[in-house]
């Protein structure tokens, strides 16, 4: 993954330097590494003239962002009511199986990050897989490993 924070002056350059920027700000670094950098969230605060505790609670308290590194591909599997009934809890099983990863970790290669979510709003598609912004819906055992697959071959998913 790289870290290279000589992509920063680019985003700060999308954006007014104000404090009404942060929230954008942060989702182009979060987009550019897979995560919030330290030392990123850091010359935020000096660019946006915003308290580095403030920038501090806003990656923390929205669930976009994060302050670990991730993958490049976020895998979520919706655990709500009517998934779990369908069997989501065994579709995340497989799905750690192959990835060779629990739920909240990232795969050695930073390719995937798997992710549990309390209900993605899809209950009709239910049991509900996104592969970052695709949901797919009446996913199987056997069909998540192909959602895998595909993804690894840089297909859209």
Sequence with gaps: MNHDLDKLPEIYERYPRTPQSLIA???????????????ALKRT????????????????FYNAFSLHPRGEKIIRVCVGTTCHIRGAKQIQEQLENHLKIKAGETTEDKKFTLEVV?????????PVVAVDETYHGGVTVASCRKLVKKSKKGKKS
Excluded: R
Excluded at 26 to 36: A, G, M, N, V
Excluded at 118 to 126: D, L, R
């Design 25 to 39: 700000v942060l989702q182009d670094i979060q987009k550019e590494f897979h995560f919030l950098p330290t030392e």
């Design 45 to 60: 605060a000096e660019e946006l003239n915003v308290p580095l505790s403030k920038v501090f609670s806003v990656s923390t």
């Design 118 to 126: 309390a209900c993605v709003g899809a209950c009709a598609m239910a």
